[in-house]
């Protein structure tokens, strides 16, 4: 029977060219076998050091390594000497985006988001459309990533008093801002304070959400390059934090910056939509940094399990396939979001908020099946705790989220149905 | 002095320790520094009568009053309640058998100087200068300075519960939290017991005994654990009722008041539970429920406080990450929540009604 559907299997899907939606393409799989063995080999030694302690250095070194790897260059199009080609997006949409986090994520998911924030940051420039913007950095950036410290972006939204604001739509109404910006001849100058701003501290140019108009707030929103070593531009406090200890969190502050016109990302007022537009293109990612350090944390536990000889108790069979089903269901949603183009907000918050959920309660599980041994750091199910449970809050705590999914039956009078 | 009066001491001491002591100590205690952060804190912890002296001895056999005392503990750190459990549950069969003369440690009872054996027996058998204990320790916790560790053995027709030294086990891991404790892997034991230092009863008294103390140290655990998920709670309504989001007060929004709503059910159901298993403390099931019950809701608690908080509360300052770290560690002692589940689920014993 096995035979006959592996024939039908060859026949009448394969040859007609039907594609299974759940595979990911050739092209990207071999990305992916390529990936894992260059982590296994630049990375996994070094993720106990990086979980351990903040030095800046060794940060910077991993950054150095994938830079050279050309994983820094991956959305930078080849014609400014990145790796990025149309053709690719046409095909496989974000999906090799969300498997390169995953694989990164489940090597450490604070390298995924050292890598991550910087995508996250030049997310803006393309949605701008500006070729203009895009010619100004995009070359400095790829040539950096060939030399000894990479031309990093980072992206700075949050504010000490507007976290959640400036993610909800609703919120963002009421939003208590403080850092604005003002017209001075040739450009703008930049007062107030971002924080929690991942790779701040080590990056080369900050893509940075001012206001222009207190009362207006976000809807007055800029967008804007500032360039590390700007007059008034300082790194205040590194973060201590529960994990994901590899990506620094910094507070930026900016004091009289002064930013010419050129560095403007779009036109003036056009701040939230490319904030919003920037998130629900990186949100799925967010799912797939959950999802690694979620799959490590279960392929860790399968491999001890079958060592002690658990496997063939139904209790654990029961319990890790019940978390791999949930993994899976989180991933399909991950892919489905990654391959809609333009993408759905709503599918994306769905992607972020339903893949972070299972991972943490995944890692949560996992622990207490090893129990004692899952808590103690050697047997590396505690860091996937730690790392999971920040992707339940950034980009948008999972509250938000669901108020995000509900957004289009606001649009529609409250009437219409999911 | 009265058993009551020496509660009403004790209950005052540990209000003004965790005011006064506890704080400045946290995050040492929470370091892999934390053995001489935990010895700096041992004499401390007896200044306020929290050792195990003669006088507080009957005290520490009655397992609700023991319970306040712990629970007042977790609601600053339950990493010091967790070495102070593992320290009193170590005593609790010499305690309870009125035996405790007989095992007196070289640390006279310095709090945390004993470690607790979750689960596992070892071999006992009579020679002629004493006992011979052999067997396989898969794993202790106790306070990350105890040096000695109260194992159960038995023979074909005696069970012992005896007090050994910690020498030999494997290094400390450094654990997800609590980490003011200590789990220590492996430790091989074969070696002949002299002199005071076990208590040996018939098989069936002996456990009958260990099944009552394995029975309130789970009843604590609830504790602790609900105690602490109560505190996340308090942080986390605390932050509600400062931090305006959305041009109001957090505690306006219908989303953040669900939230914190849901944790104080979960916190409260908890507590009660846990109450109910130190009344009965004859039944191995209602405990073993209660624990399951606190440690998974208060993990939910100290998970949804941080949520409350946003970026805030995944950061070290505001105390509810490591609240989450402790919660999810209290979770996997004395045994695990899923095979104590698959354990209770298995048992034909009736949990009789509360009153």
């Not at chain 1, 000490?160 to 703008?188: C, I």
């Not at chain 1, 100058?189 to 893509?207: D, P």
């Not at chain 1, 590194?238 to 036109?267: N, T, W, Y």
């Not at chain 2, 609790?92 to 095992?103: H, Q, R, S």
């Amino acid at each position: 029977m096995a035979d006959v559907y592996s024939w039908l299997g060859r026949k009448m899907f394969a040859k007609k060219g039907w594609r299974d939606p759940l595979k990911a393409p050739r092209a990207v799989e071999r990305f992916r076998a390529d990936l894992r063995e260059w982590l296994q080999r630049e990375v996994a030694g070094d993720v106990d050091r990086l979980d351990q302690a903040h030095e800046e250095a060794h940060q910077m070194e991993v950054l150095r390594k994938g830079a050279r790897a050309g994983w820094l260059t991956l959305l930078v199009p080849t014609r400014y000497g990145g790796e990025f080609r149309l053709m690719d997006f046409f095909r496989h949409g974000l999906l090799k985006g969300v498997v390169f986090t995953e694989e990164l994520a489940a090597a450490c998911s604070g390298v995924a988001v050292l890598y991550g924030a910087h995508t996250l940051g030049l997310l803006p420039l393309f949605l701008s459309f500006d070729p203009k913007i895009l010619k100004k950095f995009l070359p400095e950036v790829a040539k950096s990533c060939r030399g000894e410290r990479p031309g990093l972006f980072a992206f700075a939204i949050t504010e000490p008093s507007a976290g959640s604001d400036v993610e909800d739509p609703e919120g963002s109404k009421g939003a208590r801002l403080t850092t604005f910006a003002r017209r001075k001849d040739g450009g703008y100058v930049l007062n107030g304070r971002k924080c929690f701003i991942s790779g701040g501290n080590l990056a080369e140019f900050v893509t940075v959400f001012a206001a222009l108009d207190k009362a207006r707030g976000v809807e007055s929103w800029t967008a804007f390059v500032v360039r590390r070593g700007t007059p008034g531009f300082s790194v205040g406090r590194i973060e201590d934090k529960m994990g994901q200890r590899a990506s620094p969190a910094a507070e930026l502050i900016f004091e009289d910056v002064f930013v010419p016109d050129d560095h403007r990302v779009g036109p003036e007022g056009d701040g939230w939509r490319l904030n919003q537009q920037t998130l629900d293109l990186s949100r799925p990612g967010v799912g797939a940094i959950a999802l690694g350090a979620a799959r490590s944390a279960f392929e860790k536990t399968l491999a001890w399990a079958r060592g002690q000889g658990h496997l063939s108790d139904r209790l654990w069979q029961h319990e890790l396939g019940d978390i791999a089903m949930k993994l899976e269901a989180g991933r399909t949603l991950v892919w489905r979001a990654a391959v809609t183009f333009p993408p759905d907000p709503a599918l994306s918050a769905m992607s972020k908020c339903f893949a972070s959920d299972v991972a943490m309660e995944a890692c949560s599980r996992l622990i207490d099946l090893t129990a004692p041994f899952g808590a103690a750091r050697p047997f590396g199910l505690e860091k996937a705790y730690r790392d999971v449970k920040l992707t339940q809050i950034y980009e948008g705590t999972n509250q938000i989220q669901r108020l995000k999914i509900a957004e289009p039956w606001l649009a529609d009078g409250g009437g219409a149905s999911a | 002095m009265t058993q009551e009066a020496v509660f009403d001491e004790v209950a005052r001491s540990v209000g003004q320790l965790t005011r006064a002591e506890l704080p400045g100590r946290l995050a040492r205690l929470d370091s892999p520094a934390s053995a001489e952060a935990w010895q700096d804190l041992a004499p401390v912890l007896a200044r306020y009568g929290l050792d195990v002296r003669p006088e507080t001895r009957a005290l520490l056999a009655e397992p609700r009053a023991t319970a306040r005392i712990l629970g007042a503990v977790a609601q600053e750190c339950a990493g010091v309640a967790s070495a102070l459990w593992a320290d009193y549950a170590a005593w609790l069969p010499f305690l309870l058998a009125g035996a405790e003369g007989v095992c007196e440690s070289d640390g006279g009872g310095c709090p945390g100087s004993v470690g607790y054996m979750a689960g596992g027996t070892l071999r006992l058998a009579r020679e002629a200068d004493g006992w011979r204990l052999s067997g396989r320790i898969g794993l202790a916790f106790g306070a990350s300075a105890s040096r000695e560790l109260t194992v159960y053995a038995e023979s074909e027709s005696e069970g012992a519960f005896v007090r050994i030294a910690m020498n030999g086990a494997g290094e400390p891991e450094d654990n997800l939290g609590l980490r003011a404790c200590r789990l220590r892997p492996g430790l091989e034991v074969d070696h002949t017991v002299v002199g005071p230092k076990i208590l040996v009863q018939s098989l069936d008294g002996a456990r009958v005994l260990r099944r009552r103390c394995e029975s309130i140290a789970l009843g604590w655990l609830a504790t602790i654990a609900a105690a602490n998920g109560r505190a996340a709670l308090r942080g986390a309504q605390a932050y509600a009722g400062e931090r305006y989001q959305g041009g109001g007060l957090l505690a306006q929004n219908p989303v953040i008041r669900h939230l914190l709503g849901s944790a104080e059910m979960r916190v409260e159901a908890a507590a009660c539970l846990a109450e109910h298993a130190l009344e009965q403390t004859e039944s191995g099931k209602l405990p073993t429920l209660a624990k399951v019950f606190a440690t998974q809701m208060g993990e939910q608690v100290c998970l949804d406080a941080i949520q409350c908080l946003g970026g805030y509360g995944y950061m070290r300052d505001y105390g509810l990450e490591k609240r989450a770290r402790d919660a999810k560690t209290l979770c996997t002692l004395a045994g695990s929540n899923v095979h104590l589940l698959a354990e209770a689920g298995g048992s034909a014993e009736e949990v009789a009604p509360r009153g």
